[in-house]
């Protein structure tokens, strides 16, 4: 139950963080060194708390068939909610800003809109077909994606975002999932 407890806590700290964080990223007057500086923090956040929730998991006791249900269901929306700092951090690393004042030449509008309901969305799915029993889920999603993003990756930068992000994402959603899977074992 602690590393339910542990996925609760991220949930909860990532739902908080998201509207100030949304607020430095607008903000103009925060130079992009800080908004990044922030998700870092995050990310790091997330990671402490589902390594340790991995780890706590994975050394216990199974959960009773209730929890065990519950316990998934907190997986999946923790998998859905935490994953959007860290895939911010991994687009920094790669060179794919999080604002749109970053590019060189910046487009009118950034490559590929309506990215963070997506990635929520897909998170949402991967988890939840890996816990359900249904791998091939993932290649579902992902192929649907692929196919509604397809006229978009032409565009200057749109490539390197979708494949960073995209793998990113379901890497995380993948890692919650474990966890899920851990707590009923």
């Known amino acids: ?8 806590v991220a ?3 990532a739902v908080v963080a998201a509207p100030g964080r949304a607020r430095l ?3 103009d007057t925060y130079p992009d060194r800080v908004v990044r500086g922030a998700d870092r923090v995050l990310t790091a956040v997330m990671v402490v708390l589902l390594a340790a929730a991995a780890i706590v998991a994975a050394v216990g006791s199974a959960l009773p068939a209730y929890d065990l249900i519950a316990g998934r269901v907190v997986a999946v929306i923790a998998a859905a909610v935490t994953g959007g700092p860290v895939v911010r951090t991994v687009l920094a ?3 794919i800003p999080t604002r749109n004042d970053n590019y060189d030449d910046p487009a009118p509008d950034p490559p590929l809109r309506g990215g963070r309901v997506i990635g929520l969305l897909e ?3 991967v988890a939840a077909s890996l816990l359900l029993g249904w791998p091939a889920g993932i290649a579902v999603i992902l192929g649907i994606k692929g196919l509604a ?5 032409r565009e200057r930068h749109a490539s390197e975002q979708f494949i960073l992000g995209t793998f990113a994402s ?5 890692a919650a999932a474990g966890i899920g899977v851990l707590l009923g074992r």
């Open 93 to 95: 690393i790669g060179g």
């Open 123 to 125: 998170r949402t799915g």
């Open 149 to 153: 993003r397809f006229p978009q990756l």
């Open 170 to 174: 379901v890497l995380w959603a993948c």
């Open 1 to 8: 139950m602690t590393a339910v407890v542990l996925l609760v």
């Open 11 to 13: 949930i909860v700290i």
């Open 25 to 27: 990223a607008a903000d």
